[in-house]
């Protein structure tokens, strides 16, 4: 932003040195065409606030194509913090679930070998069908 500004600042000193030399009615043909321009533009800046009162302008009321990426760039940043949360949270609170597990059979009077014969899986299974 400094160098736009440093540079209009360069083109503005070079163009009013440069009118001192100017024929006075190509003179006022320019400054017939400023006004022109600058009418042109009351318009389009009038039509944009039309725009904008309806909804579909940018935000902020105007349109900066330099700050689109930026917007953008800091919504995917969001999104992938946000995943990333949802991702190490969902971890924590699995590890929770294993950790409550683990400290019942290791708690239990039944050795962790029991709970991986199959005959006893076969014994479990048998045992709560017949007590409902």
């Not at 009077?109 to 709970?115: I, K, R, S």
């Amino acid at each position: 932003m400094k160098n736009e500004a440093l540079f209009a600042r360069q083109i503005c000193r070079v163009l009013d040195h440069g009118t001192r030399d100017i024929d006075p009615s190509i003179a006022e043909r320019l400054r017939a065409g400023r006004e022109r321009a600058l009418q042109h533009r009351a318009v389009a800046v009038e039509s944009l606030e039309i725009v904008g009162a309806g909804g579909t302008a940018a935000w902020g009321g105007g349109h900066d194509s330099r700050s689109h990426p930026i917007r953008t760039l800091f919504a995917i940043l969001a999104l992938l913090l946000g995943v990333s949360f949802a991702y190490y949270w969902n971890g924590f609170d699995q590890a929770s679930e294993n950790e409550e597990i683990d400290s019942a059979l290791l708690a239990d009077d039944l050795p962790p070998n029991a709970y991986l014969d199959q005959g006893f899986q076969a014994w479990l299974e048998k045992r709560s069908s017949a007590g409902e």
